[in-house]
């Protein structure tokens, strides 16, 4: 299984809010459970996922039909013997808000540092380790193998490469879990993202940040319930 690398943890005093006790999920539920983005298996031997701080607010799901480019058999008139899962775009789309905080961090100046960018964390460079995740979860960094120091007694996968320049953003296949196993969660691919940074430091270095997410969905595949229960803390 690939190595799954995410942005840093956020600060505890900004991520420890409390949830409502329930009935149904039991007393042992005390903490949000928040969402996270993450890229199929299977596209090279690092995964790319980013956590959300707060969960958005509102998700605005729009479905359409598409008789010019309907590629897809309705599921009655297909073969019974027929067992292959579709892997295709849907004629539907996602968007959502997220909102990124690392106030408390720059404040102590000794926020965690980036899993893939070990001279910067987020007490440094504040919400761009965020962004910066994102951005190499749908491919804009297209992480670079670069030579470890020789000085390093030791060497982990996760920092043999750099975020690279920036690129394109490529069609990169993605999984949004809303929450915990029973919360709203997409398959697709992001096709735009809207950042807009909000609050700097006296540095100017960004301390908030939100972003504007579009999200063009595609079929499910039968392994995505058994990966999301391994990624789930």
Sequence with gaps: ?????????????????????????????????????????GIGRVQY????????SIVQVSHQTDAANAPVTPQNYRNPLDKGEWNIPL????????????TYELWKKSGPKSPTDFT????????????????????????????????????????????????????????????????????????SLDVQWTHFSQLMVPMRCTIGVSMNLMTKNSWESDYASTEEE
């Design 49 to 56: 996922s980013v956590r959300f701080l707060y969960n958005p």
């Design 120 to 191: 910067q964390g987020s007490g440094e460079a504040g919400v761009r380790v965020d962004v910066e995740a994102l951005y190499r979860v749908v491919g804009i960094y297209q992480p670079t193998a670069v030579q470890p120091p020789t000085t390093s007694p030791s060497t982990t996968p996760s920092n043999l490469y750099s975020n690279g320049d920036p690129g394109p953003m490529p069609l990169t296949p993605v999984t949004v879990y809303f929450g915990g196993p029973r919360s709203l969660s997409y398959r697709g691919y992001i096709s």
């Design 1 to 41: 299984m690939a190595q799954v690398i995410s942005n840093p943890p956020f600060d505890e005093r900004i991520s420890s809010l409390s949830g409502l006790q329930s009935v149904f999920y039991g007393p042992q539920v005390s903490q949000l459970s928040r969402g996270y983005i993450i890229q199929d298996p």
């Design 91 to 102: 004629s539907a789309s996602i968007s959502f808000n997220l909102l990124f905080d690392r």
